[in-house]
């Protein structure tokens, strides 16, 4: 029998590669003659680029100091397929939350000038198809800090330069200059990914929703809407009200609007390069999962895209998390468990040790109890 294992990683406690590895133990306790083959996801967040570089080896890591978050140096890294010409980076390396200590985190003040510093960098190598995750900015500049490393200019309405960066300068931008742009980005096709569907504006737009997350109060967050409504008047309409167009704090609009983007779910991209569809030949199980399965699991997450590819070649899919909600209709999959036992406390099962053993324990369970076969 062959089981393919993709999950992604439980945020805060195991990689993609940890947990794909406890399962995979699992499977050897159950099922020691079984035919494993493991591919390392994500959903266009951190890890993308790992994932990438797992499923796609032979490729090179370029390194380069750019602006993090606060304008602080940081060392940061994309993945690069040479032959392809072809550059992978992650919003999250250059301008991550992670990067941000909580007590500093103010989407005022935080930019996404690190991340153009590292498209700069891979379109000056020669790279021409550059895939840009979205996932895990500590920003919510409208993408302005990437457009600025890339040549853009920002003009208030007297007329002046604005050179400072982050959220606090979208309220003063009168009109943008193109003509510093790097000439090299005519030639190169974007694609972001992201896993999310939040327009640019609005309650369910990048600011309100996200925002808090990233530092903002109340006060601030209206601060940062209404400027976020100014810098939409200069993108089109479509583009503003384009599901995705709010990730990363409007980076995906800038992307789509300054960079003619395609914005792709992070999902379906990492399993078309991972050949995906090619591996589950002769599959009899598919295992995805991630830190938590509730209702975005099934907008756009790894555990979804993973079903409905799998769906497609009538493979039954399990997932696993490390908490499920069990008001959401998981009905797709033919099963869905959750690692922990019930009275575990959560200080404890996020432990990394813990959770892989829990992981491999759940697999196991699932599989020698045969309810694979009838899947």
Same mark, same amino acid.
């Given at each position: 029998?062959?089981?393919?294992?993709?999950?992604?990683?439980?945020?805060?406690?195991?990689?993609?590669?940890?947990?794909?590895?406890?399962?995979?133990?699992?499977?050897?306790?159950?099922?020691?003659?079984?035919?494993?083959?493991?591919?390392?996801?994500?959903?266009?967040?951190?890890?993308?680029?790992?994932?990438?570089?797992?499923?796609?080896?032979?490729?090179?890591?370029?390194?380069?100091?750019?602006?993090?978050?606060?304008?602080?140096?940081?060392?940061? *890294?994309?993945?690069?397929?040479?032959?392809?010409?072809?550059? /992978? /980076?992650?919003?999250?390396?250059?301008?991550?939350?992670?990067?941000?200590?909580?007590?500093?985190?103010?989407?005022?003040?935080?930019?996404?000038?690190?991340?153009?510093?590292?498209?700069?960098?891979?379109?000056?190598?020669?790279?021409?198809?550059?895939?840009?995750?979205?996932?895990?900015?500590?920003?919510?500049?409208?993408?302005?800090?990437?457009?600025?490393?890339?040549?853009?200019?920002?003009?208030?309405?007297?007329?002046?330069?604005?050179?400072?960066?982050?959220?606090?300068?979208?309220?003063?931008?009168?009109?943008?200059?193109?003509?510093?742009?790097?000439?090299?980005?005519? *030639?190169?096709?974007?694609?972001?990914?992201?896993?999310?569907?939040?327009?640019?504006?609005?309650?369910?737009?990048?600011?309100?929703?996200?925002?808090?997350?990233?530092?903002?109060?109340? $006060?601030?967050?209206? &601060?940062?809407?209404?400027?976020?409504?100014?810098?939409?008047?200069?993108?089109?309409?479509?583009?503003?009200?384009?599901?995705?167009?709010?990730?990363?704090?409007?980076?995906?609009?800038?992307?789509?609007?300054?960079?003619?983007?395609? %914005?792709?779910?992070?999902?379906?991209?990492?399993?078309?390069?991972?050949?995906?569809?090619?591996?589950?030949?002769?599959?009899? %199980?598919?295992? $995805?999962?991630?830190?938590?399965?509730?209702?975005?699991?099934?907008?756009?997450?790894?555990?979804?895209?993973?079903?409905?590819?799998?769906?497609?070649?009538?493979?039954?899919?399990?997932?696993?998390?490390?908490?499920?909600?069990?008001? &959401?209709?998981?009905?797709?999959?033919?099963?869905?468990?959750?690692?922990?036992?019930?009275?575990?406390?959560?200080?404890?099962?996020?432990?990394?040790?813990?959770?892989?053993?829990? /992981?491999?324990?759940? /697999?196991?369970?699932?599989?020698?109890?045969?309810?694979?076969?009838? *899947?």
């Amino acid at each position: 029998m062959k089981l393919i294992i993709a999950c992604d990683s439980f945020k805060g406690c195991l990689g993609s590669v940890e947990v794909n590895e406890a399962c995979r133990l699992g499977v050897a306790d159950a099922c020691p003659d079984c035919e494993v083959d493991t591919i390392v996801l994500a959903d266009g967040g951190e890890g993308t680029v790992d994932a990438l570089a797992a499923n796609m080896p032979g490729g090179i890591r370029h390194c380069a100091t750019v602006c993090g978050p606060l304008s602080e140096p940081v060392a940061a *890294s994309y993945y690069a397929m040479p032959a392809s010409r072809t550059a /992978i /980076i992650e919003t999250a390396s250059a301008a991550g939350l992670t990067l941000v200590p909580p007590t500093k985190r103010n989407p005022m003040l935080t930019s996404t000038y690190g991340l153009g510093q590292l498209i700069a960098d891979a379109v000056g190598r020669g790279y021409r198809n550059i895939i840009v995750g979205l996932g895990g900015s500590a920003t919510n500049d409208g993408g302005t800090g990437m457009l600025q490393a890339l040549g853009y200019r920002f003009v208030d309405g007297d007329g002046k330069d604005i050179g400072d960066r982050g959220g606090q300068i979208l309220s003063r931008i009168a009109r943008v200059d193109a003509t510093g742009r790097l000439p090299r980005l005519d *030639s190169v096709k974007f694609t972001a990914l992201c896993d999310v569907v939040n327009p640019l504006l609005g309650p369910r737009g990048a600011t309100y929703v996200y925002g808090p997350q990233k530092g903002a109060d109340k $006060t601030m967050l209206d &601060v940062l809407e209404e400027g976020m409504n100014n810098f939409a008047r200069i993108i089109p309409q479509k583009i503003v009200e384009t599901p995705g167009a709010g990730a990363a704090g409007g980076l995906g609009a800038a992307m789509m609007a300054f960079l003619e983007a395609q %914005l792709r779910p992070g999902i379906d991209t990492i399993l078309d390069l991972s050949d995906f569809d090619r591996r589950l030949g002769g599959a009899s %199980l598919v295992i $995805t999962g991630e830190g938590r399965l509730d209702a975005s699991t099934l907008m756009g997450k790894a555990p979804s895209g993973v079903l409905r590819r799998a769906a497609a070649h009538n493979v039954p899919v399990i997932a696993i998390g490390g908490s499920v909600d069990r008001g &959401v209709d998981f009905s797709g999959f033919a099963a869905v468990m959750s690692i922990n036992p019930p009275a575990m406390p959560l200080e404890t099962a996020i432990k990394p040790e813990v959770a892989a053993g829990n /992981i491999r324990s759940t /697999i196991a369970a699932y599989l020698s109890a045969g309810r694979h076969r009838h *899947s």
